[in-house]
């Protein structure tokens, strides 16, 4: 059984930093692991990917700002997020999957976390 633990959400100010944990569980070496996001009334949107390659890729409005991180040793995925904004305010999930990185950018497939609420005040 595959489960996605995440930690880390909170509520900061505006430029603040936050990291994002996400242990996943179970038999399976996921290929590609990553973070979308929902603020209420909009859609799920990518924020950032990798695989076990170490590629990455980034949404625009986050790049520069965020950086993802894996230990494949401990099958976790990391978000740092600095210099935050009110914008950044959503439900955090992380994700795994086995396709391809680029599925990233047009699939919501794969297993999800429960979602972590991140709060930037400005």
């Known amino acids: 059984q595959v489960q996605l633990v995440e930690s880390g959400g909170g509520l900061v100010q505006a430029g603040g930093s936050l990291r994002l944990s996400c242990a996943v569980s179970?038999?399976?070496?996921?290929?590609?692991m990553g973070w979308y996001r929902q603020a209420p009334g909009k859609e799920r949107e990518l924020v950032a990917g990798?695989?076990?390659?170490?590629?990455?890729t980034y949404a625009d409005s986050v790049k520069g700002r965020f950086f993802i991180s894996r230990d494949n040793a401990k099958n976790t995925v990391y978000l740092q997020m600095s210099r935050l904004k009110p914008d950044d305010t959503a439900v955090y999930y992380c994700?795994?999957?086995?396709?391809?990185?680029?599925?990233?950018?047009?699939?919501?497939?794969?297993?999800w976390g429960q979602g972590t609420q991140v709060t930037v005040a400005s």
């Open positions: 990798i695989d076990n390659g170490g590629d990455t």
């Open positions: 179970g038999t399976i070496r996921f290929n590609v």
């Open positions: 994700n795994a999957r086995i396709t391809s990185l680029q599925t990233m950018w047009t699939m919501l497939t794969g297993y």
